[in-house]
């Protein structure tokens, strides 16, 4: 996995809800992590967590395996807009050893 930690100059946090939404919709989150990552701009076609085709209009690669669920929240780098798009859809891209990367698919908000 070094080749490909060296291929993510990019760094992006992930957070967990860790709670309800307000009543004004606003969702409190917990603790996060920071992960290396190679970011994508283009328009695709992609499976949805619901198993439905869905848009995504940047592509997150992140070595490894990580557990990212449709509630988490992603933080783009400072100049990327928008900095916190939604999460629409999530791929894992396997080798003969295992989990190599993790690829989020991010649509607009």
């Known amino acids: 996995m070094p080749v ?7 760094t992006v946090t992930l957070a967990a809800p860790s709670g309800p939404a307000s009543k004004w ?3 409190p ?5 920071t992960f290396p ?3 994508e701009f283009h328009v ?4 949805g967590f619901d198993g439905r085709e869905v848009y995504s209009t940047a592509q997150v690669t ?11 929240r992603i933080t ?7 900095r916190h798009p939604v999460i629409v859809g ?19 908000r």
């Open 90 to 108: 999530v791929e894992k891209h396997s080798t003969g050893h295992g989990i190599h990367h993790t690829v989020l698919h991010l649509g607009g």
């Open 62 to 72: 992140i070595p490894g395996d990580i557990t990212v669920e449709p509630t988490h």
């Open 25 to 27: 919709g606003d969702v």
């Open 44 to 47: 695709r076609r992609v499976l």
């Open 76 to 82: 783009l780098p400072e100049r990327m807009r928008p």
């Open 29 to 33: 989150y917990g603790g996060s992590a």
């Open 37 to 39: 990552a190679h970011i």
């Open 4 to 10: 490909l930690t060296g291929m993510c100059p990019f």
